[in-house]
Every structure is written in C-alpha cells, then in structure tokens.
C-alpha cells in the first residue's frame, strides 16, 4: 500500500437501487450509504490519501422527487450532527464543492460549522461535492474571468489554463486538485457532470458494488487497480 493516490474522488452511486433489493424505500440506502462515508472517509484517512472528494449531491439531482431531494438536504446535518468529533479525531478538513446557497438554511448551517470545526485540522481533506455540478463549475469561472478580464484586471491572452484552474471550486486544493484515482460504484460507467475539468488525467476504476456495499477493502481493491495502471499524460512509459 505505498504509492496511495494524493487525490481520490468518489461518485457514490447504487443506493436507490441496494435498497429496491431489499424492499426498502430509495431513503434507506441513502440512509446507510451515509454510514459508508463515514468508514471510507477514515479508512481513506488511514491509508494516507490527501483529499478524498464525495459526489453527494449533483446539480442535476433536484430533478428527483422532493420527498427524496428533502431526506438528501437532511443527511448532512446528520452526518456532521454525530460525525465531526470523529473528523476532528482523524485531523481531516471538510471542504464542500458546489452553490450551496440553494441548499436549505439548516443545511447550510451544519456543512458551515462542520468546516468551521475542522478548519484547523491539516490532514485529509474531505471534500464534499453539494449541489455540484462540473458544466456550472465551469461556466461560473468563464464568468468570473470575463469579469476580471471586462474591468481591464486581465488580458485574453494572460489566460492560461492554470486561469481556469484557479476559478474553479477545487481552488482551494492548489495542487492536488486533479484527482488522481476516480471511483464509480455501482456498475454505471459515466460521469454524470462530476470534476469534468480536473479529471482530464484522472484514472477511472468501475466497481459493481452499489455504495452501501463498499468499504474499506473495496477502496483498497481500487486503489491496487489504480497502481497496476501506467500513468502517461501523453507521454511515454520510460521516458
Ligand atoms: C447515489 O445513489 C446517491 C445520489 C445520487 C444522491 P442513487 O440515489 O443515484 O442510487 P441509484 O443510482 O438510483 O441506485
Ligand atoms: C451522480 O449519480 C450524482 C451523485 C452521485 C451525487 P446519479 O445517480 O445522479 O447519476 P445518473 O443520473 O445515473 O447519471
Ligand atoms: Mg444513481
């Protein structure tokens, strides 16, 4: 388990579907998909990973039923409400991705304090993705530098993709904000408007389990699947 990824991000997708399986409503996977962030957070936290990024809830998803989208906007107030002490425990940071300014007031106040909370922690980062979506990342930072660039602060030609880089949610992660190891459960093999930016290089690893499901070891598995891999960004192997 040495060369872990600096960077880890995790489309947790399959809890509607582990919770038809077993004749549940779709809530109740959400409900214990919650309980596989906490473990895959301090596992990921264990083996040394730098920031581990969790696609929880996509600009796209308001799309769903509001019952559904409602129990969603709960989930981190229960999930920071019993969960922080155990962040501060492990020294990681909350971050979140995404316009949280739609999400409801509570909601808000409990993702605020939890990064409040933490914010002195300099471990992982766990980076929370909350009413993200890449194509809105993106055309945010095409606004904010037009801006930059109408009130005369920047030339067409000073853009440089590290502009664009710089204008994106993930800023604040500096250099580690391209994942290195994407991760899809539940056999979809797509994604779905998430780090469309940052992945350009990222290796993508598709496991069948649905997120309720993975765990500790199931990361480890992506992990190794991740180090057979040879990383060439357009070069050559040996070079
Ligand atoms: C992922 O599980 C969680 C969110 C998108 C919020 P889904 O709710 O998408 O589960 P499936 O894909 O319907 O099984
Ligand atoms: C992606 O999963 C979003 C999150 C995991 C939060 P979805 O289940 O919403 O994606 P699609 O609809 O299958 O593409
Ligand atoms: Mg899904």
Request: hydrophobic letters at 40%; glycine letters at 8%.
């Amino acid at each position: 388990m040495d060369r872990i990824p600096a960077h880890i991000a995790i489309i947790m997708d399959g809890n509607g579907r582990w919770a038809k399986r077993r004749h549940l409503p779709r809530v109740a996977g959400h409900k214990q998909g919650m309980q596989t962030v906490k473990k895959v957070a301090i596992a990921a936290s264990d083996l040394g990973v730098k920031v581990l990024s969790l696609y929880a809830f996509s600009t796209e998803n308001w799309k769903r039923p509001a019952a559904e989208v409602n129990y969603l906007m709960q989930l981190p107030i229960r999930f920071f409400s019993t969960f922080v002490p155990d962040l501060v425990k492990h020294n990681v940071r909350v971050m979140v991705m995404g316009d949280t300014s739609r999400l409801p007031k509570a909601t808000q106040k409990a993702v605020n304090d939890a990064i409040k909370d933490t914010a002195n922690c300099d471990g992982m980062v766990l980076n929370f993705a909350l009413n993200y979506g890449g194509r809105d990342e993106i055309t945010r930072a095409v606004k904010q530098i037009a801006t930059k660039v109408a009130a005369g602060q920047l030339k067409p030609d000073e853009i440089t993709e590290q502009t664009i880089s710089d204008h994106l949610m993930s800023a604040p992660l500096g250099k580690l904000a391209d994942p290195d190891l994407l991760i899809r459960t539940s056999g979809e093999e797509r994604i779905s408007n998430f780090m469309l930016w940052q992945i350009g290089y990222s290796e993508l690893v598709f496991v069948n389990e649905h997120w309720p499901d993975f765990n500790g070891d199931s990361l480890k598995r992506a992990i190794r699947e991740f180090q057979g891999r040879h990383r060439r960004f357009g070069g050559l192997v040996n070079q």
